[in-house]
């Protein structure tokens, strides 16, 4: 039997050294690539961990907060501060209180540091607030003209302000360089200059990071920032009186008062079938002190000069305040008071308010 005819090797690619082909060089360079930046990492992650127990807490330093001269500095407040229920709240009240302001304008503001910082919305609002002009270009694209602008706004600012003792802890670059501690501080100012329609929270204090370089290297310090204190103080109003007094130190004393307040309102209110109970809250829209007020001098008050049943801030702000214009024509002196402060509950204020009343018509039947 004759053997099958042998089979001709089938060819095969000769095999090519792992370093010789072109992939198999790309691949073993990215792994050795790969592998340096893994035990690099593995190095800065063994280095962070040593150093951590040490360094203070690290804040979210955008690239552009990193890129200083020498010796220059910049602040952003820290991210803890941003989430405290007041600093929101205070930046909420600035928000609502600005659009409420330009809102003839058709303004809405957003976004305090992104909106304010060239100008433009600071003009408007301290030409509506001030009911002035500035002598300002109404559109400034280039920094320049943006920090022209924002140099005539702010001087005029300060010429608003520094007679009654401001501090101004804010200027052109801090403005131009949204730096929201120094927006803050502008706009609270203003707010308390104007005496504007709204409560600002008080006691509003964040931790501010500061970012210097220093010999080419960042260094960086927390200092903690006060925003706002108490509206009195924050008014200018220091001169302490007998209710700051018993306030603080006599609270039995102040129940008598005001004890003897509510005999005093009802005495005459309740001619009208009124009775106060509290007087923190019943006198807060002005009303039943509109009516006091026409009952002690014995006339009419028209009911169009006020909002009987007042259904907004504004409303119970003008009717206080019409309350008060009523005071200064009876011989009164200008209660120490804001209408605002009446409005918003504060109860030492309108305790002032209706003693002055009481000193006066105390003996009225």
């Known amino acids: 039997m004759s053997s099958a005819p042998p089979r001709s090797p089938t060819p095969r690619a000769p095999k090519m050294k792992k370093d010789e082909s072109f992939l198999g060089k790309l691949g ?46 910049r602040t952003m407040i820290d991210p803890t501060s941003r989430e405290d229920p007041k600093f929101k709240e205070l930046i909420k009240v600035l928000l609502d209180w600005i659009n409420d302001v330009l809102a003839e304008e058709r303004i809405i503001v957003k976004q305090l540091e992104g909106d304010l910082y060239d100008g433009q919305v600071l003009q408007k609002l301290l030409e509506k607030l001030g009911h002035c002009k500035l002598n300002v270009a109404e559109v400034t694209q280039s920094e320049i003209g943006q920090k022209q602008k924002l140099q005539t706004v702010l001087e005029a600012v300060q010429d608003l302000l520094r007679p009654h003792g401001w501090p101004l802890r804010w200027n052109v670059d801090s403005i131009h360089g949204k730096n929201l501690v120094a927006i803050l501080h502008l706009l609270v100012s203003l707010a308390m200059h104007f005496r504007a329609p709204i409560h600002l929270p008080e006691h509003v204090t964040v931790q501010v990071v500061v970012v210097r370089k220093r010999e080419g290297l960042l260094h960086s310090s927390h200092i903690s920032e006060e925003l706002t204190t108490t509206t009195e103080m924050m008014m200018g109003r220091f001169e302490r009186d007998a209710f700051d007094t018993l306030f603080d130190h006599a609270p039995d004393k102040l129940n008598l008062v005001k004890k003897s307040l509510i005999t005093f309102v009802n005495k005459h209110l309740n001619k009208l079938n009124l009775e106060v109970t509290d007087l923190e809250t019943q006198f807060a829209d002005g009303v039943y002190l509109v009516l006091l007020l026409g009952l002690l001098e014995d006339y009419f008050v028209p009911l169009h000069n006020f909002y009987l049943t007042p259904d907004s801030f504004d409303q119970k702000v003008h009717n206080v305040a019409f309350a008060f214009e009523l005071m200064l024509d009876g011989g009164l002196k200008k209660p120490k008071a804001r209408p605002e402060d009446v409005v918003n509950l504060d109860l030492k204020s309108t305790l002032r308010v209706l003693y002055t009343l009481f000193t006066k018509y105390k003996d009225v039947e």
Do not use: F, W
């Open 28 to 73: 073993g360079t990215l792994a050795r690539k790969k592998k340096t930046r893994e035990v690099t990492d593995l190095q800065e992650e063994g280095k962070s961990a040593i150093n951590a127990p040490m360094a203070p807490a690290l804040v979210d330093i955008h690239p552009e907060d990193t890129q200083l001269e020498e010796n220059e500095e």
